[in-house]
């Protein structure tokens, strides 16, 4: 008789469950700040607390298929209706929807490296090939390289990727770039899940109209600020939604983070808010820490903010180990470009990114 191991299908044998340390540590020791996971430091508005707890009496209910919040994303963002709208447990649950709709055992999806991790996670475990073109650092930036993309571009290509703006770097990519992607044909993928730090208008929605391949991700867990509710959404041409719509567990998005993604898509005020109080802190952070001389600090239109300290000698895991000590949690990155001096820090809360600004100084400076 066989053993259960031997069942498993080869390319899910051996995989790990996907566990963040850093938000394990966060919950174990409440005391830290959370500055490591591009969460929103404030908390859901009062319109979204009321719907809630308006919802959650209706617990017993199962959901309908969000018809509304689907009509409200595809208003605000020029579509024709909400059948143009496909609704997530998150942007991760989006982006496994997509990639199951698309890629078979062997395919190949092509990633800008470094990003988001999520690709990878949900590319490997359909038996994909990830190929993961870098980035080119370059005048202490990293900077896109559309022209590496589309050379990466095979026969077993089913599926591009690309964040916008990128995480961890913070930057965007030139629209004519995405232009010149979409025109391949190949299904792509492009990440917005912080496109409103910097408004709509760098959104490349508008895309779809042209080119059914082209399909945007979003998430209200940034800049709404609704990360523990789990609500994303992906837009694009709506026979190209309708169809990876069909690979959706039923009843995937709850009834309580839907109506309160509705309210917080309503609240414009409190979006407002947020952008402003965290755009104004990314710039005290930057200029603050732009003063140590050989610390790069990566100029970011996101919630977070990217730096190398290898110049300096330093490694980023002992910043971020020194930061815990702290009583800060940031986030470390892998070697990469001939230095292990990457980090990143999340915005947080204004004393929390005082705070952080001193420790980062007393690390690199030694005042």
């Known amino acids: 008789m066989k053993k259960v191991e031997e069942y498993f299908v080869p390319w899910v044998k051996g995989i790990p469950m996907y566990i963040s340390g850093h938000i394990e540590l966060a919950w174990k020791k409440p005391e830290l700040h959370r500055m490591m996971s591009n969460e929103n430091p404030n908390p859901p508005s009062e319109k979204v ?11 017993n209910r199962y959901p309908d298929q969000g018809l509304v919040v689907r009509g409200n994303i595809a208003e605000i963002n020029g579509l024709d209706g909400p059948e143009n709208v496909l609704l997530g447990n998150g942007s991760s649950e989006v982006y496994d929807n997509i990639f199951r709709c698309f890629v078979a055992v062997g395919d190949e999806v092509i990633q800008h490296t470094p990003c988001f991790g999520i690709y990878k996670l949900r590319g490997t475990i359909l038996g994909a090939k990830m190929v993961s073109v870098p980035m080119v650092y370059k005048d202490k930036r990293l900077q896109y390289d559309p022209d590496a993309i589309i050379k990466a571009i095979t026969d077993k290509t089913k599926i591009i990727v690309i964040a916008n703006p990128n995480n961890p770097t913070g930057n965007f990519m030139d629209a004519k770039d995405f232009v010149r992607i979409a025109e391949t044909g190949i299904p792509f993928t492009v990440d917005e899940a912080y496109v409103e730090y910097a408004g709509l208008g760098m959104s490349q929605v508008g895309l779809y109209k042209k080119y059914k391949n082209v399909i945007i991700t979003r998430t209200l867990s940034k800049a709404y600020g609704l990360a523990g509710l789990r609500f994303g959404y992906a837009m694009g041409d709506k026979d190209v939604i309708g169809q990876i ?7 995937n998005v709850g009834t309580i983070p839907m109506w309160a993604a509705l309210a917080a898509l309503e609240d414009t005020e409190a979006l407002a808010f947020r952008v402003k109080f965290n755009n104004s802190e990314v710039d005290y952070i930057t200029e603050s820490l732009s003063e140590i001389a050989g610390l790069v600090v990566f100029a970011t239109k996101a919630n977070y903010i990217f730096f ?12 971020v180990a020194f930061a815990e000590q702290k009583g800060l949690i940031f986030r470390p990155e892998g070697e990469k470009y001939g230095s292990d001096g990457w980090f990143r820090i999340t915005i947080g809360t204004k004393d929390e990114n005082r705070m952080a600004v001193n420790v980062v100084r007393e690390f690199m400076t030694g005042k």
């Open 49 to 59: 607390l009321e719907a809630i707890n308006k919802y959650a009496k209706m617990g």
């Open 245 to 251: 719509s069909a690979a959706l567990i039923p009843w």
């Open 308 to 319: 190398d300290c290898g110049a300096l000698g330093k490694k980023g895991k002992d910043m």
